[in-house]
């Protein structure tokens, strides 16, 4: 007799609203059910405005990557106004780019993911005391720490861009704010102290010898060589989890995107890892494979969510954002729409970044375990050790130039551009269509509408839909690997689905 039962989990800890509909076969997931189940609207908002409006409202998208959506704004407009870049201007958005993520990195396992190590599913298990002192929410000493220290690399933000969050210093053509001697000290000051927190207490040991972890036997031999590895935050995931077996659950599409992290300037000593003009390569990863990533190849699939329209896969020059919600369908569940390169489904983020990279370790682990929460995680926590030492290289390069931070640009009347960086948590895209001055579509495809698409037309599971399909679960009344899954991709649910102008009849 089949022991099939349904089970709704609303899931804290992420940003915005996010409901999952999991089925139960015994003790295993049978099937699960991504539901975004807030609307926002923000490609609506955009119609009929003026070009450069996208700089000032879209960062609004989210007040965690701001000035990642800022930055895609600004790399369409640069496309549509076949503006050249200048060195500087490239150095400071890579720069303002990178604080960004180093805040998002550290916050997310601190406040977010590791928090769930503290458990009562874990009360019996041998880390469950030192996770209490770490994770305790607002009270454990590497969350205290963390807090404390991301607030600091920020303020570089606010020196090269004015604000945080919600920015609005890049523009068509490089930036608008010019950074004097001083300002670059007082930034190269504050990371050099970050940097000196992340090596001791996150890592506990120098970006550089990380940088010698290559393979999973490696890992293991890191761990044990010194007391300060062991007793690090990073120490302290690995031994986590090894016991929770995170390497054991939420395997995912196997599929990973990445659009390219870090426009590469012209002439500078920063050494890319790739060959695409990033400093992070973009790739589409299937199978172990990388190919170059095309962007006529993204399509969104709208079979399963709430908008009108025939569910037919459409690129996002020609999407439509146009809400449809009725309790009579069954088949539409989430405000999310399901984006899809080459018709599969994609896994974005830290992960499919190291991928897109030929990681020698991450490559190593997904050989041999494949995918998994595990892997996923570790590759946030450790991805300030690739980033640091070029943001220093980059401060020190705008110190040593004199060089422009602007091209100027014309009236902006007519024009299609996009603009595809990589925020926080994986790929982000605006699309903007522009005719009369005024603008006609905008579309944005955020990292969180790719890992928490629901399914498409064909069936099709989203990413953490298929990672938590198959998964077991030890105590049903406590289902922390759920919350372990879907926390390792970083959810953030009000980037996914973009206030709609509701007028009311009485």
């Known amino acids: 007799m089949s022991s099939r039962k349904k089970v709704i989990v609303p899931l804290n800890r992420v940003e915005g609203d996010l409901k999952i509909h999991l089925e139960y076969d015994g003790d295993t997931i049978y099937d699960a059910f991504s539901a975004g189940t807030m609307y926002r609207g923000f490609e609506n908002i955009m119609k009929d405005r003026g070009p450069l409006d996208g700089l000032v409202i879209t960062p609004r998208i989210c007040g965690i990557c701001s000035n990642s959506h800022l930055a895609a704004a600004a790399k369409a407009l640069d496309m549509i106004t076949q503006c050249m870049v200048p060195d500087n201007a490239t150095r400071v958005r890579n720069i303002t780019l990178i604080a960004e993520q180093l805040q998002n990195d550290v916050r997310q396992h601190s406040l977010l993911f590791m928090v769930d190590s503290t458990s009562p599913a874990y009360v019996s298990s041998s880390f469950y005391d030192e996770a209490l ?5 607002l009270k454990g000493r590497s969350v205290v720490e963390a807090i404390e220290n991301t607030k600091k690399i920020l ?27 001083n300002d670059i000290v007082q930034c190269k000051y504050i990371l050099r102290q970050f940097r000196m927190w992340y090596e001791k207490q996150v890592l506990g040991c120098s970006c550089d010898l990380w940088r010698q972890v290559r393979s999973r036997q490696d890992l293991e031999a890191w761990l044990e ?11 302290f995931f690995l031994r986590f989890g090894r016991e929770a077996g995170l390497s054991r659950i939420g395997k995912g599409t196997e599929n990973f995107i990445s659009y390219g ?46 908008f009108s329209g025939h569910g037919e896969e459409l690129h996002p020059y020609d999407g439509m954002t146009i809400p449809y919600a009725t309790g009579s369908e069954g088949h539409r569940y989430s405000w999310g729409k399901a984006p899809r390169y080459d018709g599969q489904p994609a896994e974005t983020g830290p992960l499919a970044q190291m991928l897109a990279a030929q990681n020698p370790l991450f490559m190593d682990l997904l050989n041999q375990d494949g995918p998994s929460a595990f892997s996923r995680q570790l590759a946030r926590i450790v991805r ?15 110190a040593q130039t004199d060089e422009p931070f602007f091209t100027p640009y014309g009236e902006i009347r007519n024009g299609q551009g996009h603009g595809m960086v990589e925020a926080p948590r994986g790929s982000l895209g605006h699309w903007v269509i522009i005719e009369d001055g005024r603008i006609k579509r905008y579309q944005v495809i955020s990292p969180t509408t790719w890992n928490a698409s629901p399914r498409d037309s064909n069936g099709q599971l989203g990413p953490w839909e298929r990672a938590l399909a198959g998964t077991k679960i030890r105590d049903l009344k406590i289902p922390v690997e759920v919350d372990h899954i879907v926390r390792s991709f970083d959810p953030c649910l009000v980037c996914t689905v973009h206030c709609a102008d509701l007028r009311w009849e009485v």
């Open 225 to 235: 060589a010194s007391p300060a590895h062991y007793q690090s935050d990073l120490g």
């Open 384 to 398: 300030p050790t690739l980033t640091i030492p070029v943001m220093d290289q980059w401060l020190e390069e705008i």
């Open 133 to 137: 002192a770490r994770y305790t929410p």
């Open 155 to 181: 303020e570089i933000l606010s020196i090269l861009g004015g604000q945080w969050p919600h920015s609005s210093f890049m523009v068509p053509g490089g930036v608008v704010s010019v950074p004097g001697a």
């Open 261 to 306: 992290f870090l426009d590469m300037p012209r002439n500078t000593r920063v050494q890319s890892l790739g060959s695409t003009g990033y400093y992070m390569p973009a790739g589409f990863v299937s199978k172990g494979s990388v190919r170059q990533v095309n962007q006529h190849e993204i399509m969104e699939d709208t079979s399963h969510s709430w």
